[in-house]
């Protein structure tokens, strides 16, 4: 399966996304509608979140997972 295939069934999410984003710009450093608008969407995944200070968010796919 080639990596189009494997996201095909996101597009219309990643569209969406990319249309928001673009949407409702904001200046470097005050990204909080940003911010929240990509928290709740990992979230959404079951993300562990991390919101860095000045307009940072680390999503955790799986903290105990063993392995590299």
């Known amino acids: 399966m080639t990596t189009l295939e494997m996201i095909r069934p996101y597009e219309q999410q990643m569209i969406a996304d990319r249309r ?18 990509i928290v709740k969407a990992l979230e959404e995944l079951g993300l562990s979140i991390h919101i860095i200070p000045n307009g940072g968010v680390i999503g955790v796919l799986n903290e105990k997972a063993e392995g590299p």
């Open 20 to 37: 928001w984003l673009h949407e409702h710009p904001e200046l470097s450093g005050q990204e909080s509608q940003t911010i929240d608008y």
